[in-house]
């Protein structure tokens, strides 16, 4: 039988199987079998492709999934965001929630991808993989894929570099003129990108590369060189002797939230007062809605780094066991993204204020990371030595040159015949093709590592006991199976959110009390409306013990009620009871 079988499939090829109704594709490991929602993730998606993206998952999966604009842009562009879980569980707001939103400068463009890859992963694996599934069923995530839509699609559709827009569009006088964005740059050779400007010159201080002629290279200090370099591409168009000195913006919406804020002559880019920008506001506006969220994931790019967003500027602001929880998450995040660097931006990056995920901290009591999307590691699996030249290699021998932009002459009203190129603007801060899913997926990885640590509340070891009069003693456990508490310190301290609540119903309560260690000899006795236990938090991987006095037999509902570590409830029994 074995060798019949065999010259079987020699003679009749696998194709004429896919044919008789078996598939003709096989799933690779870590992905959707048959994804609802077919996504290219080896490209980038501007504003009306990422909204139909939703759309169509929202569409798809509706037991799991609920798309809101939770604003609008200054364009007009409405901010969604999209809520999912498992709506069968529990309503959303009664779980442990996780935020993710990416590309609040706008040119961060793989950063968006990331946000819509997780929900796109999420939703589509949630009845293949059981991690998903458990995770859903427990843990609500509110993804904001999108924070400047306005300037993405100036970023997509007109010339730039890859560093603009970064602000949003609202207009601003950056040079002091008078006159808002009036001098941005200029495409020069009308080639949908702007590139670096050269001009010859028999005593320049720059010249090419003698390996890579595409490659401009300072002199030496005792060298002449043959060319002047002017950076970008433009011209002055408000004549003031300035080129590109005034486009769109500028101010930074990651400098203006409310945690220590500072002006724009101390922190650049602040604009006029936190919370000013109507972005800015709306997301502030969603997080004040959604107490329940305690960690939280913002996407940057670049630079290949997993930043942490508490304990910038000022010290006295640290609180050491969330500096160690966040630490070992941090640094567990390593195992996942090759090639990043695990840092404190006050300490080793560079500091900043009003940022937004200092404001997650300090102002509702989130655990927040921001990671850098993408580092020049995962061009050839080692640290670069020379940025510059890793660029240029990586794209002679992997792009086979399709991230350049070939040296052009063409005519500058100020400097007479200049040539242009360079690296284009969808190359540098961004993934190529080939390398922007794996961005995606690991990057995801971390942030649903981070997620899955969020608690996990259950009632346990109930016990009813008898005494004399008609009196009986309920005792419970609540136990916290995952690692990050139900509040951090910040929260306890500030008083951001109210403490955990311990709830019993179905008879006359007399007493009431907590044991927060099984080593405490006694219960900590709460003379006022002891129904209701109140304690500050359940600590992770550990338990509490609730114990009541009440008069009366029956049933007996335990509700557990914490705003960052979810809501459950038990019915409990004597045991001769039906």
């Known amino acids: 039988m074995f060798k019949f079988t065999f010259f079987y499939l020699l003679i009749f090829p696998l194709s004429l199987f896919a044919q008789s109704g078996l598939p003709s594709t096989l799933k690779a490991v870590g992905a959707p079998n048959d994804p609802a929602v077919e996504v290219s993730w080896n490209r980038y998606h501007d504003y009306a492709g990422m909204t139909d993206i939703l759309n169509e998952l929202n569409n798809a999966y509706q037991n799991l999934s609920s798309l809101e604009s939770i604003g609008k842009s200054y364009e007009g562009k409405d901010l969604w965001c999209i809520t999912i879980t498992n709506f069968e569980s529990g309503k959303p707001e009664d779980k442990p929630a996780y935020y993710i939103d990416a590309s609040i400068h706008a040119n961060e463009a793989q950063a968006v991808e990331v946000a819509l890859y997780t929900a796109w992963f999420l939703l589509e694996t949630y009845d293949e993989i059981d991690f998903t599934k458990q995770l859903l069923n427990r843990v609500t995530f509110y993804i904001i894929p999108m924070q400047s839509p306005d300037s993405r699609d100036k970023f997509f559709y007109e010339p730039n570099t890859a560093h603009s827009p970064r602000s949003g569009q609202i207009p601003r006088d950056d040079d002091g003129d008078g006159l808002m964005d009036e001098d941005g740059y200029d495409d020069l050779n009308n080639d949908g990108f702007i590139t670096q400007m050269r001009i010859k010159s028999k005593y320049g201080r720059w010249k090419t590369d003698p390996d890579d002629s595409r490659i401009m290279v300072r002199c030496k200090p005792d060298e002449i060189g043959s060319y002047d370099l002017i950076w970008s591409e433009g011209i ?51 997080l004040s809605k959604h107490p329940n969220i305690l960690g939280s994931q913002s996407y940057h790019n670049t630079g290949g780094m997993i930043l942490i967003g508490p304990y910038q500027n000022e010290a006295d602001f640290r609180f050491e066991d969330d500096l160690q929880l966040i630490d070992f998450i941090g640094k567990k995040g390593l195992e996942l993204l090759p090639g990043y660097k695990y840092i404190n931006s006050y300490k080793d990056f560079y500091p900043t204020y009003g940022d937004e995920t200092n404001w997650h901290y300090a102002g509702h009591g989130i655990m927040s990371f921001v990671n850098e999307l993408w580092t020049q590691y995962n061009m050839f699996r080692e640290d670069p030595e020379n940025s510059t030249e890793t660029i240029y290699k990586f794209d002679k021998y992997l792009l086979f040159g399709d991230a350049f932009v070939d040296w052009e002459e063409v005519e500058h009203p100020k400097y007479g015949k200049v040539e242009v190129g360079g690296i284009k603007k969808t190359f540098g801060r961004m993934p190529p093709s080939f390398l922007l899913e794996e961005e995606c997926h690991r990057n995801m990885a971390f942030t649903l590592m981070h997620a899955d640590m969020l608690p996990q509340l259950s009632i346990e070891n109930e016990k009813i006991d008898e005494l004399d009069g008609g009196l009986y003693k309920i005792t419970v456990d609540i136990i916290n199976k995952r690692l990050m508490p139900t509040k951090l310190s910040v929260d306890k301290e500030y008083k951001i959110t109210r403490p955990d609540w311990i709830e019993i119903s179905g008879a006359e309560v007399i007493s009431g009390g907590i044991k927060k260690s099984e080593y405490d000899k006694d219960f900590s006795a709460q003379e006022y409306k002891p129904e209701k236990l109140m304690i500050e938090r359940i600590d992770g991987n550990s338990k509490v013990t609730a114990s009541w006095l009440v008069s009366g037999s029956g049933s007996y509902t335990i509700k557990v009620n914490s705003i960052k570590g979810g809501k459950i409830e038990k019915v409990i029994k004597p045991k001769n009871t039906n």
Request: no cysteine; glycine share 12%.
């Open 236 to 286: 002055d168009n408000d004549g003031d002797g300035i080129i590109n000195e005034d486009g769109d913006g500028y101010y930074d919406p990651n400098r203006n939230w409310g945690r220590l804020w500072r002006p724009h002559y101390i922190q650049y880019g602040a604009d006029r007062y936190p919370f000013s920008l109507p972005e800015t506001k709306a997301i502030e506006n969603f």
